[in-house]
């Protein structure tokens, strides 16, 4: 089994930026990649980044792209998001979550979630 405990959520302006963080414990030796994914209300959950354990592969989704940053530390057992230049439509809760298989895009293909951070981007 693998944990993860999110953080970093908070409420910014538009423009602004926030880090939200993602630190694994448990079997972390199982895991192949780590992503980040949201959930706006009404909406389903969908792809934001992710990046393999190993390695520098590093994958993104289209409108985030050269704004948020995915990174990693695993001395730490832990991802990072850098989100900058934040708009009101990246306002969601967000999720960390850990895949086995090393699967990127899909929800359906991690096996363990954290518990999800709010980020609120007022205009």
């Known amino acids: 089994q693998v944990q993860l405990v999110g953080s970093g959520g908070g409420l910014v302006q538009a423009g602004g930026s926030l880090r939200l963080s993602c630190a694994a414990s448990g079997r972390t030796i199982s895991i192949r990649c780590m992503g980040w994914f949201r959930q706006a209300p009404g909406k389903e959950r969908e792809f934001v980044a992710a990046?393999?354990?190993?390695?520098?592969?590093?994958y993104y989704e289209d409108s985030v792209k050269g704004r948020f940053t995915i990174s990693r530390d695993n001395a730490k057992n832990t991802v990072y998001l850098q989100m900058n230049s934040l708009q009101p439509e990246d306002t969601a809760t967000y999720y960390c979550?850990?895949?086995?298989?090393?699967?990127?895009?899909?929800?359906?293909?991690?096996?363990?979630w954290g518990q999800g951070t709010q980020v609120t981007v007022s205009s």
């Open positions: 990046i393999a354990w190993a390695g520098d592969s590093t």
């Open positions: 979550a850990a895949s086995n298989s090393g699967t990127v895009y899909i929800p359906g293909a991690y096996d363990y």
